[in-house]
Structure formats: C-alpha cells, structure tokens
C-alpha cells in the first residue's frame, strides 16, 4: 500500500484556509459569535496598587448597581482559586494582598457593558501600601528571586578567562515587549446539564483552560469543554494569559445559570497582562587577537512580575541559547528569575531564546570593535562546525549540533546582499557625513526546536473519512494565524492523495483530542502534522487491506494517488474506494498520536537533549541615523532562512518577514514604561508603538535556504518557522549600533533596547555627537 504520483498538495502555496474571511470581516472569533439574549458581560475589578494589603473591600454598592446580576470574589470560588499554569502562586481573585496595579480583585457579570462599566467603581477597597519592587535592578539588589539563581556550565571559564590574551565585561539591557494581537483576551461560557460549561476561547492551550476551570469549579476536566476555532494573533500571550478571562465567564455562567463572556478592552488587555520578559545580562568575556572567543561567563537576570507563570521554562530556554550558533570552550551561564511587584510575565515568540541571544551578539560586536576587525569575521571565527566537514560541537547543556548548516547559509547571504562591498561603501559615508550616519549588521540565528519540558512533546489527531469521500480532520493544534490548520490540511491530502478541498479543516476542542499541548515552541506542524498523518495511514492502510482482500493480490498493489486507488491494474476513484470500504464495514475513523523522540532534560543540572534538531537562518541589516534627532531607518534588510523542506512556502514566507518585523519592533520602537508606583504609562497605541507598513525594510529581500533539508525525521523533512525568524530582528540593533561606532573615534556604543530614535540621541550625545 503506497502513495505515488504527484506530490498531491505537499510544497504548494496554498492560500490561509481563513484568508477571504480574513480580509473580508467574515472570520469569526469570539466575540463575533451569535449568544442568547440573556448572555452576560463580565467585567474585572483591578488593583490601583503595585504592592498592597486589602484591609477591607466592600462591593455593596456595585452588587446594587442597575443591570448588574453577580459580583464574584474568591469566596465565590467552590474549587481552587488559582489561574496559574504550573504553580499555584497567581489567584484568579486576591485576597488579602495585591501585587501589581491592575491585578484582578473581583468580576462582575451585567447585563451590558454599559453597565458594568458604570458599577465598578463603585467598588470600596482599603488598601495598606507595602513596597514594592519594580525593576530588575532592585530585585537584584533585594535578592527577591522566584527561586535561587540556576546555573549551566561547560568548561572551566575561571581559568581560561584569567589566561585570556583579553577580556572584556560590559553589560545589556532589554525591554519586554506587549503582544498586541489585534483580537484580545476573549472567551464565551455556556453552561449546560449537571454544571457541565462549554468554553469557546481565545486560547493557544485549550487543554489547559479546561484543566484549570474544572479545578476553579472544583469538577472533573470531562464537565468542561474547550473550543478554540481561530485567534486574531497571540505570539505566546495567549498561552496561559487566556486562563483568567476564560475562567471569569466560566465562574459566572456556573454562578448564574446565564451564558457569560469575558472580552478585554485594549487598555485592560495592557494592565492585566503579562508580557516578554525584559532582561539585563551582564557579561565577562575572553578571547585571543583573531577574534576567537575563549570563555565567556553571563548572569541573565529576568524580570518575571508577581509569580511564576512560565519563568522557568522561558528562562531554561534563555540560558540554552546564550550560546546562539557559537562554539564556546568555557561558557558559565547564571540566571536569576526576579520577583516584581509588576505583571507576570509570560511566553511571547522566542519563549527567553532571544534575550538569550542578545547577551552574545552583544558580545561579538564587542570583541570586534575592540580588535578593530569586522564583526563578520569574529562572528564566522566562533560559528560551531559545519556538519558537512563531520566535525560536531557541543553546547553548554550538553547537546551535540550535528546538523549546523549556518556556514553556508552566511555564506551565501554575505554574497547575495552584497555584505562586504556595501560596509566599505558606508564606512566611506559616515566618513564624509557628520550628522547622519550608516550602519550594517549581519547576525546569525541557530534555535532549538522542542518544548523544553519534555513531556509537552506529544500531540494527538482525530480524522473521519465519510462514506462520500469526504474527510474530516481534527487536531489539538490551534490557529492563531500562522497557517498551521492549512499546512495540516495539506499533510492529511497528500496522505490520502486527494484535493485539499475535500478535507475539512475543524475547531481544535477538548472533546476530540484530549491533554494536548500548547501550540507554542514552534512545534504546531511537527507534531500535529505527525499526528494527523498517522491517523491518516491507519485508516488508509484499513482502506488497502480492505480492497487487496476483494482483489485477492497484496496489499502493497494497492497505490493511492492522484485521486485515484489503484490495485494492480484496476482503478476507482478514491470516493469509490471509500465507499466500498464502508459497504464492507471498515472503520473509516482513526486516532494519531506522536511523541517527538531523542529527547532528554534535566531541569536540575541544566543537561541534556531538549532540541529535537535545531532551525537556522541570517539576516543582514542596513540603517540610516540622523544624530541631530535619533530617528533613523531600516534601509535594506537580506534574511536567508532554512525551513528545511517547505510544507507551504507562502505561509512560511509570512512567518519570516513577520517574524523579523516584530523582532525588530521588540528591539527598537516597542517601549514598556512603568511610573514610580508602578502603573503601565504605555497600555494604548498611542503610547506604545509596534512597527507599521511604513517601518518595513525600503528594500527587502527574503529567501529560503535552497539546500535546507531536516536531518531528523520530521514531517516531510519539514523544518518549524514561526519562532525562529524574529531573532533575524537582532541584526536591526546591532546596524544601529555600528552607525553610532560611526562617529569618529567613539568608543564601543554599548546601545540597550529598544533603541528608540530617544536612546539612539542619548547615546550619540554620550559618544561625543553633541553638536548643541
């Protein structure tokens, strides 16, 4: 029994299965759908403090308000009062302490939003301030760490950076970054028969929105259902962030017998939400007169907010990519997870590897200009061994990279974004210009791929083939944009050999595939995919067994392609087959289920094999900076990227160039700013800028990496592309960087992010472009 043919609709460019609905208004997300006219807007009360005790809290007044129906507290709560992900430590409803502004205290379910707006504050709490701590440098100071500093070591880097023929130390600074989706937080209760709720949610992990309301509700997970159909974005906010709307209608809709829905506004979204995770990291570095690092030691400290959330995942991740696509002898990596009186903090695209990243690239910029050499070559000195030459590195936990292709694809990119021509033409600019100077940066991606939990590393599917041909598909993975319901749909059509068209693309929920994983760590397609091909097969291979019985011949005469079933020199079409299948009683209906292999973590000793493969790629940026102001422009940006063996090159195309954007907006225009009590000052688009059309790159080129190919075994030697594209980001504010270096006889501009047109004036004035 096999497949054969055309290549069916593997490594097309197939249009997003939403993508009319998209442009055209008709997709439908959460608040979009039809509800009964006694649903409920649910409305949550926030703290006005960063750090407090509640000595009363008197909701009387809001209870009697017009059209309001139940105010809910923690002690409404019949079950576990806990929306955290993995550690109870984040309340749905604080009780006798708050621990950020905007923290939620209680909910309230009205009639309208009208209504509820004009109740709640109404609301009577008496706060007893404490202090607070808000920043990575006073909880460093404190030592208010979520748990003692984790460390990761290979190699003894005391000794090698005391013989050292130099060193440097020097340290960065990065903001978080809010995810603004365009669809916010959002969920829909319904309740139904023996307190049993069915939740339509704005969720990447609907599992764990239905693990955690049961709990709340003190019920077992098979009395709440999770669906999830689309997400107008989500970028990591919507991985565990979704709980606490989500289990805010739940409780109503229990409480009340009503349907509830809870929608954040923008600026609630902003107060209530966690974000990326800003990091300081400080750095010891040595290395020789080539450029070739010898040891490096970092200390990575993350600001984490008011509880765990997913810190020690992200920060587990922070600390295997401090070495990028280097192969270090002696590397120290210690990472401090701070306790602040802010939000927490929580999974954003990258998951801790781009901060990661940035300690190291900040480091090989360093080196070069105090060696005067191009950063290319110090860069290219350090790049682990190219798997061509047999020769693998080890990383600082252990793992050995035996499919390290960043040479050539830096190779080819120096060549075509004509990299090394287009320096020395800036370096003759800057030379003649004063005031406005250019830069250039080319910047390496090397990035693992797998949840670094192991356990998450499995996925399930359901298909049903209908006695028409037709098929039915299902899977735990969840859509928030990315293609992942299109690339799946693909995988499941060349399976079975027929049009894509006939396979229809179904709401991920809980009801069909159970205790699945977050669709995160840019693993949707290589376990989902695997997963729904296997269900794919075993009803195929019934279907074959089935008609070489009929036929009296072996079941490997049987060939699905084109449409068609061949056995042997006969033919029907594939409907035909399905058919006679379901006349002769054969299960047309199967489950799929897939566990990546090889892995292996000791969260412990920060050891082990926590990558399946590992997804490369490079960009080359080019800016323009007007020293007199700090505005400045992306000129050019060249990325090269290996996907590996496409699946859908459009939609891998798209994840690259939007990738890369919000990269570049995380590293130079999206500013975090909390006042003095801690209170978010930037939660609006006013206040907060992601990039626009206007920010793109004047000239972009992208391309992938035409030799890309999976060493693994994956879904069609497939390789993941929705994480890894954003550090290509980092080559944007390192070109910033060298065009200040432009400034003659500057010394290293140790430029932090984001490196607004702001900070890009303060840190020319401070280099000696003070032209006032």
Known sequence: MTSSGLDGDIRQSKHHDSAVKHVSGRAVYVDDMATPANCLTV?????????????????????????????????????VNDCGPAIHDDPVFAVD????????????????????????????????????????????????????????????????????????????????????????????AIPGEDGEIQL?????????????????????????????????????????????????AALAAYLTGHP????????????????????RIDYHVGFDDDGRVLAVEFEQALRCGMSWDLSAGIAARAMCHADNAYDIPHMKITNYCC???????????????????????????????????????????????????????????????????????????VKTSDYLSRRAEIAAFNAANQYVKRGIALTPVKFGISFNTTFLNQAGSLIHVYNDGSVHLNHGGTEMGQGLYTKIAQIVAHEFQIDIDLVKITATTTGKVPNTSATAASSGTDLN??????????????????????????????????GQVHIGADSMAFADAVKRAYLGRVSL??????????????????????????????????????????????????????????????????????????????????????????????????????????????EWRVAFYADGENSEDTIHKSKA????????????????????????????????????????LLTANRLGANFV
């Open 43 to 79: 409305l949550i009360g926030q703290s006005s403090h960063a750090h407090a005790k509640i000595n009363r809290m008197d909701l009387s007044a809001v209870a009697a308000a017009p059209g309001i129906v139940a105010v809910m507290t923690a002690a409404d709560i019949p079950g």
């Open 200 to 248: 339509f949610s704005s969720t990447q992990h609907p599992s764990e929105i239905q693990h955690k309301t049961a709990e709340m509700l003190g019920l077992a997970n098979h009395a709440v259902t999770v669906e999830t159909r689309r997400m107008g974005g989500a970028f990591g906010g919507k991985e565990s962030q979704g709980n606490l709307p989500a289990m805010t």
């Open 721 to 760: 592309v929705g994480e890894p594209p954003l550090m290509l980001g980092i080559s944007s504010w390192l070109a910033l960087s060298d065009a200040l270096a432009g400034i003659k006889g500057a010394a290293y501009p140790a430029l932090d992010a984001p490196a607004t047109a702001e900070r890009l």
């Open 529 to 562: 995919g695997m997963a729904a091909m296997r269900a794919a097969q075993t009803i195929k291979g019934r279907i074959a067994a089935f008609l070489a019985d009929e036929y009296q011949t072996d079941q490997a005469e049987v060939v699905f392609a084109n």
């Open 97 to 188: 302490e708050v621990c950020y502004v905007g923290q939620s205290l209680f909910a309230i379910a009205a009639v309208d939003m009208a209504a509820a707006r004009a109740a709640i504050g109404l609301a009577v709490i008496e706060y007893e301030p404490l202090p607070a701590i808000l920043t990575i440098d006073a909880a460093m100071q404190a030592k208010s760490w979520l748990t003692s500093p984790s460390e990761m070591i290979k190699g003894d880097t005391q000794s090698a950076l005391a013989t050292a023929p130099h060193a440097l130390r020097g340290r960065v600074c990065a903001g978080g970054q809010e995810h603004f989706y365009l669809e916010g937080q959002a969920a829909l």
């Open 339 to 413: 306790l602040t009186h802010t939000q927490s903090n929580t999974a954003f695209r990258g998951f801790g590897g781009p901060q990661g990243m940035l300690g190291i690239e900040r480091v090989m910029d360093e080196v070069a200009h105090y060696l005067g050499l191009d950063p290319l070559q110090v860069r290219r000195k350090n790049f682990y061994p190219d798997k061509r030459a047999g020769k693998f590195g080890i990383t600082p936990y252990g793992q050995t990279v035996e499919d390290c292709v960043i040479q050539p694809i830096v190779d080819e990119l």
């Open 260 to 279: 509830a829905k809870t929608i954040y506004d923008r600026d609630d979204d902003f107060m209530l939400t966690g974000k990326r995770h800003d990091c």
């Open 589 to 698: 209906s199967a489950t799929g289920f897939y566990a990546t292999p090889k892995l292996s973590w000791d969260k412990d000793r920060m050891h082990g094999r926590p990558f399946y493969y590992f997804a490369y790629g490079a960009a080359v940026s080019e800016v323009i900076v007007d020293l007199l102001t700090g505005e400045n422009r992306l000129l050019r940006a060249d990325l090269l990227h290996d996907v590996g063996k496409s699946i859908n090159p459009a939609i891998d195309m798209g994840q690259i160039e939007g990738g890369f954007l919000q990269g570049v907006g995380w590293l130079t225009t999206e500013e975090l700013v909390w006042d003095a009590a801690g209170r978010l000052q930037t939660h609006a688009p006013s206040t907060y800028k992601i990039p626009t059309c206007s920010d793109r790159p004047i």
